[in-house]
């Protein structure tokens, strides 16, 4: 006698299950299929091509009615399942009972729709089904229609790519630092926002959306930071979550998803479960292949075969075209393994492995993935690749072939161009160092290879080893740390030249052979970005050093140093009493007067930093970012306004260049002095800056030092009035923020550059002095604040400064 | 078995960033990688005692914010030539929640 077997759900695990089925047991099993579509089972990872109109629906249709008739499975599409009755074995559908002797629950997944306000809005459709593409494409028709994406994960940018190729304004909102953050690091998602990006697609990240707004259906989408994005289309897709409603309600055993054991059997022994609803080992499958898998376990199974269904290994690729992306195993770099990296800037191509114990355990690659097959099939074997380690990032291609740089360097033609920027090709280079250019600076200068973003000063040094054999003397690789051989002027003039506006685009684009830097490059780039960018770069406190992340100094016992700025020395009793205030009140147990003319408070534990800026803030001090690679103190002298010798007004025109610079991150720390009369009684003389006031005016000084050297100003200019003193002062810390190498003083940059070079742009070219205050006046218009202020704020301690957790209070129970 | 207290959310923590959790024994410092990993240790530097928590973060590391020591957040081993260990605890991640073995409450708290 036939069995009854009643299938819920009638998409793609379980077409694939009745296939093996009828295939392994035809005719055993009286079949009756639910699915709440009105139509059968089509290829659903097909819908972002059907949705980008490179397929139709009729071509991605795997059973139309002939089918199901052919196979005797009585379809009940379109139909809701309301309940499943376990005691009676009956599933109860909308429009009658259907009795079962086994049971397959394949429900899929839902789109989560993230709770805010306005998600139930007309106009707000998920990606999960045809209806939705057919709402997409019915928003899509209209000219200069708007689509919002909320979610930049898989499903969110195959939605994006696609909407924007029917011709709509689309908009990605990603609530993570960057795209794809589940399969991609954070190279790999710059390079996909930059194709994106390239296509006018708009991605935001940390985007935290907060309401959909509109009347009667969705008009735009609020994000937390108050700006407000136009759209007549959002689609959610910011996950899916296993449609579970109907095993919960009967009672079967579900966590994330509907639990199975090997065999796909559920808690009931005679309820199975497969798809994306099911989870085995913990683990909820979304990617086709294992659900395929599981499919032919679940028929073979009913067909009366012992099957097992084993966790696969996984692998992603995103299905848009044009856009070359790959991941698969764990691509966590965690004890015992180690990264292979390797980067080809000019082509846009990443690639990472991850090996451990010399098997490769994880992969990743963009812009060029012809190789990921084998990579993968090496991943999924676990075969060893010792043999290989040296040349496998460049897969089968790597094995034996000529993969020696120089020699490929000595085949290029010498019409090839080896410097685009300058469209300079190898026969120019080659004659320069015939002429005798036997160095790469002396290439440039010859030339101009290299001269411009610098990406090519490799090449042109492999050109050079060619031309110069044995008599070229590589120079040692003079990178900045051991994740790049560029040095601190290549990379500024990559990011200039590049516009390169993130940490991911530097290390990208400069060929960086980490994932994600290291403590000594991090803070150089994150210096570099702000300082170019600096009303669109966003700092990033995650690599600035602590000091600058806590806004104090760090002491050797964990606590912290709180100075408040006394500008020019200056202060008076109401800030010395609330200075004495807030020393009592968090048991400060050292008060030492600083050599740069202010207090410092040492000692002060971390978690009453936000509460001691605070009352500090309330008597109108703020932070003397006595812990910055900034300016710290300007020291003067009492002046004409008292001093019988004085002979300007010294601490008037030194508090004077306190506010205008104060708050400005700078390569390394900036310190200045004004003394009222040549006897120097601010010792202006060993400052970055030290100006001495005379009765003819001002002399100003640069490049002084008091620290592991010491070393006198030398002159910059003498000048006669307070505010060309200052237009002096702001052009040449400019300068050296535009210049210098990060953690390089002003006296060692001034020492590397020369005085009269700095003497040229600042003094003598009016036009480039004024361009450098605008530029200054337009990075301080951001950051010329109290970041105690801001770190004081209610709403940021429970962020950043409390504990995360406090056990010793549970403990003591 | 291992028991576990939840602590916090993981996204309490930014990426690359590490915060503190106070025992009775002293304070865990709890590291969320660029990965999403997460991480606990002793938030001592096994050289000079540095709260490890407020250093920088790259890789599955953590560099010292006294003096640079690089820490293997895996085995809290001190990188290349320097020696010392920051004794590791068990954490995981599950449903976007910060566990943290419990082990930690009774064993500092009889300590």
Redesign the interface.
């Known amino acids: 006698m036939t069995e009854r077997l009643v299938i819920v759900g009638a998409g793609m695990a379980s077409g694939r299950m009745l296939e093996e089925l009828s295939e392994r047991a035809p005719g055993e099993w009286d079949v009756t299929l639910f699915g709440a579509e009105p139509h059968g089972n089509y290829n659903r990872i097909m819908l972002s091509p059907l949705l980008a109109g490179e397929t139709t629906f009729d071509e991605i249709v795997t059973h139309d009615a002939d089918w199901y008739r052919a196979h005797a499975v009585t379809c009940r599409f379109g139909e809701t399942v309301t309940r499943i009755d376990r005691a009676r074995k009956v599933v109860v559908g909308a429009r009658g009972e259907v009795p079962y002797d086994k049971l397959v629950i394949a429900t899929g997944s839902a789109s989560v729709r993230i709770p805010v306000q306005g998600n139930d809005l007309p106009g707000v459709v998920g990606f999960r089904d045809l209806a939705d593409v057919e709402t997409m494409l019915a928003t899509a028709q209209h000219p200069g229609a708007r689509a919002v994406v909320i979610g930049g994960g898989l499903l969110g940018l195959e939605a994006a790519a696609a909407l924007n190729a029917r011709g709509m304004k689309v908009t990605v909102l990603h609530l993570m630092?960057h795209l794809m953050?589940r399969q991609l690091?954070?190279s790999a998602a710059y390079l996909l926002q930059k194709e994106l990006e390239a296509r006018g697609i708009r991605v935001l990240c940390n985007a935290h959306t907060q309401a959909i707004l509109g009347e009667g259906r969705a008009e735009a989408v609020l994000t937390e930071d108050g700006a407000l994005h136009p759209a007549d289309l959002v689609v959610m897709a910011a996950g899916i979550r296993p449609e579970t409603r109907l095993a919960v309600d009967a009672g079967l055993r579900v966590e994330?998803g509907i639990v199975v054991d090997d065999h796909l059997t559920t808690s009931d022994p005679d309820i199975l479960a497969l798809g994306e609803c099911a989870e085995h080992s913990g683990v909820v499958y979304g990617l086709v292949a294992p659900l395929y898998d599981m499919a032919v376990v679940a028929a073979r199974n009913l067909a009366g075969e012992a099957a097992s269904f084993a966790a696969p290994e996984v692998s992603t690729r995103l299905k848009v075209s044009a856009v070359d992306l790959f991941s698969a195993g764990d691509?966590?770099?965690?004890?015992?393994a180690e990264e292979i990296v390797f980067r080809d800037p000019a082509r846009g191509v990443y690639k990472k492995l991850v090996l451990r114990n010399d098997r490769i355990t994880g992969i990743l690659m963009y812009g060029d993935v012809s190789d990921s097959a084998w990579f993968f099939d090496r991943l999924k074997t676990g075969q060893s690749i010792a043999e290989m380690r040296d040349v496998l990032i460049l897969g089968p291609a790597g094995r034996g072939a000529g993969i020696d740089p120089l020699a490929a360097v000595a085949a290029m033609p010498d019409d090839a161009e080896i410097c685009g920027c300058n469209g300079i090709c190898k026969g120019q280079i080659v004659a320069a160092i015939r002429a005798g250019a036997n160095d790469l600076a002396a290439v440039r200068a010859a030339t101009r290879a290299s001269a411009s973003c610098g990406g090519c000063s490799g090449l042109v040094e492999q050109v050079l080893a060619v031309t110069l054999g044995d008599a070229y003397a590589a120079a040692e690789p003079a990178g900045i740390c051991g994740c790049t051989n560029l040095g601190h002027d290549e990379i500024r003039r990559l990011i200039r030249a590049r516009e390169l506006k993130s940490i991911p685009a530097v290390m990208q684009e400069a060929g960086w052979t980490?994932?994600?830097?290291?403590?000594t490059c991090?803070?150089a780039l994150n210096y570099y970005l702000l300082a170019e960018w600096p009303l669109e770069y966003r700092d990033d406190?995650?690599?600035?050093?602590?000091?600058e992340?806590?806004h104090a100094n760090?002491q050797?016992?964990?606590t912290y140093s709180v100075v408040p700025r006394m500008w020019g020395g200056i202060t008076t009793p109401a800030e010395l009493r609330a200075i004495a205030d807030a020393a009592e009140k968090y048991d400060v147990p050292t008060i030492h007067v600083t050599g740069g003319q202010r207090i410092d408070l040492l000692g002060v534990k971390?978690d009453d930093l936000p509460a001691i800026w605070s009352d500090l803030n309330a008597a109108g001090l703020v932070s003397g970012h006595a812990y910055a690679k900034g300016l710290r103190t300007v020291k003067t002298c009492v002046g004409a306004n008292f001093c019988r010798f004085g002979t300007q007004d010294s601490t008037g025109l030194g508090i004077r260049l306190e506010k205008i610079l104060w708050g400005a991150w700078t390569p390394h720390k900036v310190k200045l002095a004004v003394s009222g009369c040549p006897r120097n009684c601010a010792e202006a003389t060993c400052k970055d800056v030290g100006i001495i006031c005379t009765d003819a005016g001002y002399e100003v000084g640069v490049a002084g030092a008091a620290g592991l050297e010491l070393k006198q100003t030398e002159l910059l200019a003498k000048v006669t009035t307070e505010q060309d003193v200052i237009d002096l002062t702001a052009a040449f810390i400019q300068l050296y923020r535009e210049n210098a190498a990060y953690l390089e003083r002003p006296y060692k940059w001034v020492a590397r550059v020369g005085l009269d070079w700095v003497r040229a742009r600042v003094v003598e070219d009016a036009a480039a002095r004024k361009a450098l205050i605008e530029r200054f006046e337009t990075s301080q218009s951001v950051y010329r604040a109290d970041p105690w202020a801001r770190q004081a704020q209610p709403g940021m301690q429970p962020?950043k400064w409390a504990?995360?957790?406090?056990?010793?209070l549970?403990?003591?129970e | 078995m291992t028991d576990w207290i939840d602590i916090a959310a993981l996204d309490d923590i930014p990426p690359r960033a590490g915060r503190v959790v106070r025992t009775t024994g002293g304070c865990i410092a709890i590291f969320r990688t660029h990965d999403d990993r997460v991480f606990a240790l002793d938030d001592r530097c096994p050289h000079k005692g540095g709260p490890l928590s407020e250093g920088i973060v790259h890789g599955h590391a953590v560099t010292c914010p006294l003096h640079n020591l690089v820490i293997d957040l895996h085995s809290g081993q001190a990188q290349g030539a320097d020696e010392g260990r920051a004794a590791t605890h068990a954490v995981r991640v599950e449903g976007g929640r910060i566990l943290l073995d419990a082990r930690l409450l009774q064993a500092r708290s009889a300590a």
Request: contains cysteine.
């Open positions: 630092g953050e690091d954070a994330r691509l966590e770099a965690g004890e015992g980490t994932s994600c830097g290291c403590a991090r803070p406190p995650q690599s600035r050093f602590v000091n992340r806590n760090i050797k016992d964990g971390r962020v504990p995360l957790a406090d056990l010793t549970e403990a003591a």
